[in-house]
C-alpha cells in the first residue's frame, strides 16, 4: 500500500499533487464547516422550538434564548418592521457558511478534471519520447483519472452538506417566522 503511493506520487506530474493537495484542504475545510454549522444550527433550533412551544402554550413574549428577544428588547414597541428586521438578521446568520460549500461542490470537479487532464498530456508526453506501448497508457490514464474521482468525491459530499444545512436553516426560519406571527396576531 505505502509502496503503491510513493510509486503513485513519483509517477504523477506535480500539477496532479498539487490538484490532490487543494481537494485534500477542501475537504478537511468542508467537513470542518459542515459540523461547525451543523451543530450550531440544531443547538439554535432546539432554543427556537422551545419557544415557539412556550408561546403556542399561551406565554406572552418569546424565551430569553430566542433570537428574537435582542430585537424585542431593543424596540419600544413590537411592530412588523421590527420583526421583519429580526427575520432578514437571523436568516443572514442562519446560511453563513453555504456559500463556501456551494462554491466547493461547483468547483471540485473541474480542479479534478484539470488534474487529470495535465496528467494525460503528461502520459502521452513520455509516450512519445518513447516507444511506449497499451500497457503504458493505461497506466498514465488510469493514474490520472485518480484527480477526476478525487473532485467528484469532494463534490459529493460539499453538495449533500449544502443540502442539509440549507434545510437545516429553513426550519430554523420557518420557526422564527412562527414565532413572529405568533407575536403579531396577540398584539392585533
Known amino acids: 500500500m505505502i509502496n503503491n503511493l510513493i510509486d503513485f506520487y513519483l509517477k504523477s506530474h506535480p ?3 498539487g490538484v490532490l493537495a487543494l481537494l485534500s484542504l477542501y475537504f478537511i ?13 440544531s443547538s439554535w433550533l432546539k432554543s427556537e422550538s422551545a419557544s415557539l412551544e412556550a408561546l403556542l402554550l399561551g406565554a406572552q413574549t ?25 427575520m432578514h438578521a437571523a436568516t443572514k446568520e442562519a446560511t453563513k457558511g453555504l456559500s ?3 462554491i466547493f461542490a461547483s468547483t471540485s470537479p473541474f480542479i479534478g478534471l484539470f488534474g487529470t ?18 500497457s503504458i497508457i493505461a497506466a498514465g490514464v488510469s493514474d490520472a ?5 478525487s473532485g467528484i468525491f469532494v463534490a459529493i459530499f460539499a453538495y449533500t452538506y449544502h443540502q442539509l444545512l440549507k ?22
Open 15 to 17: 500539477v496532479t499533487i
Open 29 to 41: 475545510i468542508l467537513n470542518w464547516v459542515f459540523f461547525y454549522r451543523y451543530f450550531s444550527l
Open 62 to 86: 418569546v424565551n430569553e434564548n430566542s433570537f428574537l428577544n435582542n430585537f424585542i428588547k431593543s424596540s419600544n414597541f413590537v411592530s412588523k418592521e421590527v420583526l421583519a428586521l429580526a
Open 100 to 102: 463556501i460549500l456551494s
Open 117 to 134: 487532464v495535465v496528467s494525460i498530456l503528461d502520459t502521452f508526453a513520455h509516450i512519445g519520447q518513447s516507444s511506449g506501448s497499451m
Open 145 to 149: 483519472l485518480i484527480a477526476t474521482a
Open 167 to 188: 434545510r437545516k436553516s429553513y426550519e430554523l426560519i420557518s420557526h422564527l417566522q412562527m414565532q413572529s406571527d405568533a407575536i403579531l396576531a396577540r398584539k392585533a
